[in-house]
């Protein structure tokens, strides 16, 4: 939370008509502000577009985390495009896919099965819920549906 507190003590204030105090402005891009907000137990953060005017701010998306709002962020403002980007829904399906095949594939050389693999490690790096489901199949805690997130 300290690291938070430093960035928040940082940054100026957001002003925009209509908005309530303690929202700073940690960036902006082409009509859309990333901000951050204290709470009374922490910290919110959101992304919001520019009014036509430039004088308020319309379309709110909050966060509790940052990483979620910078992402977000990005996605509004153009630096990414989210056409090229999959989801986690998508990820939780090519693992599945990806370990089916691997599965069934009993001809795949040395070279495709560890450039699948780290493939596999990827998405299981962004979806930590993939490991946690397997682990609990292991465990017998949940039934194995046949189905690899």
């Not at 960036?27 to 009014?51: C, N, S």
């Not at 005017?53 to 996605?75: I, M, P, R």
Request: glycine fraction near 10%; proline fraction near 1%; charged fraction near 30%.
């Amino acid at each position: 939370m300290t690291k938070l507190m430093e960035l928040y003590n940082q940054l100026k204030p957001l002003q925009a008509d209509g908005l309530r105090e303690g929202y700073r402005k940690i960036l902006e891009h082409d009509g859309h502000v990333l901000a951050m907000g204290k709470m009374q137990e922490g910290f919110e953060f959101v992304t919001w577009r520019y009014t036509y005017d430039g004088n308020s701010v319309t379309l709110g998306h909050y966060f509790t985390g940052l990483e979620a709002a910078k992402e977000d962020f990005a996605k509004r403002a153009g630096l990414i495009n989210a056409n090229r980007m999959f989801g986690e829904t998508d990820l939780k399906l090519i693992h599945s896919s990806l370990v089916n095949y691997v599965g069934l594939n009993g001809n795949l050389n040395y070279k495709d099965e560890k450039a699948i693999g780290s493939i596999l490690e990827k998405i299981e790096l962004i979806v930590p819920e993939i490991l946690r489901h397997e682990k609990l199949e292991d465990l017998e805690m949940v039934a194995d549906d046949g189905i690899e997130l």
